[in-house]
């Protein structure tokens, strides 16, 4: 389909040698319609986090052709570093960004699972909304004692893949793979130098204690500015559109006379979550996203592409 | 530069017949970063409008073989319609979009119209932003008494072309070339059925009668719905934001007791105008465009494509 897009974050095990950091990105770059927005090698995690946006066919084709080229230098008998991994290509995530649904995005997961253990002999786990039981839609369980605990435990009933044998690639490890919404990072300030009122309203929006769904957050100090913040990641902008979520941190917050100061969109996020509260506030009506100059640009563009 | 992008929206005098319709068109279709969003050919009117997003460079490029195209096959000596014009080419505005100001669109237009004039023959007015005189800010002065009056009244002094020598193109007459910023066609529904409220609140937010500068606004009835309609143009969006606009709209509504039903967007619109909403009624701080993950992707399309 036309403008089908996803996002990929593949993250690989290696943050230091930068000649095979570029040949695992190279194929990033060759695919039509698979574009490259960023990737970021940290040396003390020993981690680099690719950021892909395109169409599903051919970030999976850039995918299997990198992982191939991981799996031939990295070593994970003999890797270190300060972040979680289980395996060479450590994890795989899709997310949906335009025509396209979560539901689609893990049947990618699951199908592409099916592929990558095939031309990889990896064994794959299915996490977050592409997990096949709850408790791995949690990737620290997944991930749990990390490389060196899960190959020992791997045989073990709870530990066994998703997909391929109940055992490590010898070097590569294992891989998870996954489907989740774009995450938004989303603060809030407020006109107080009591962090306890932050907290306390972190408290009553947050799902761990009972407020939105699709929100984690929790109640920070910010010294320098005389003011604190609930720091936000909301898993579900559309269920818990920002607008909501932020009307709710009002009304919370006057009960305690304090005022919002500023707010912080904190890293990417997709025009759909910012559009949405564009729409609640001015109460617009029967909206369609292609009346959006961009946006029929990026649908032509996408159609035209190499 | 990479990423620059305008919006140009050229005016023809041909809409009824269909092949000479495509061949004007075609042009359009086939340079490089110049990008055919639509063309609507009215009968009526007998009249096309094209659509085109793209970079200024090939866009003008597109432009001079289309016009050459339109010059071979439309005779204005003969033209009827029910839309003011004064040539073949009838008018050809500028607009920015991204990555450029309205001051370099302004610059464009200078530029194209000596071309323009050089390859075609044709003489050529500027107007609104790109006018030289202030009178010639508004089309309607321009073509005043349209073609025909042109005609015999452009060698007078006060209706001499900008480029070119005082006498109309045989075939093809005279041509309008400006700048000028998106408009966005904007109604704000009010919960009354008195439509003089509607046009008191359209009298406190126009231009013409006091109001904001780049607001152009009459208030109607919609009487299928039960509603009155304040209905604008807001030819300055980032002057004249949106949300401004409808926070003064609400402020005069409340003197009558009356409430906003519901907001329309009236065909396209740029991103910004939205976003410039969404920030505000959000109070995000030190937003950048390039977090929104479709602007990134734009950016990585167009440097990509073709």
Redesign the interface.
Known sequence: MAGM?I?CVPNFSEGCRKDVIEKIVEPFRTYEKC???DYRADPDHNRLVVSL?GEPAPIQDALIESSKIAIANIDMKSHTGGHPRIGAIDVIPFSP??NITINECINIAHQFGDRFNKETGIPVFFYEDAARTPERKRLEIVRKGQYETLKSEIQKTERKPDIGEASMHHTAGATAIGARK?LVAYNVNLKTSDVEIAKKIADTIRSSSGGFTHVKGIGLSLEDRGMVQVSMNITDFEKNP??RV?ELIKIEAKRWGVE??????Y?????AA??A???Y???????NNN????????D???D???
């Open positions: 897009l996002e574009y490259l927005l946006v960004i335009k774009l920002i607008y932020q919002v100061g500023e707010a912080e969109v890293g990417m996020i997709p025009q910012l559009m509260c564009a729409e506030y001015l109460q617009i009506a029967g909206f009346q959006v100059i961009e946006n029929c640009l990026l032509i563009m996408g035209d592409v190499k």
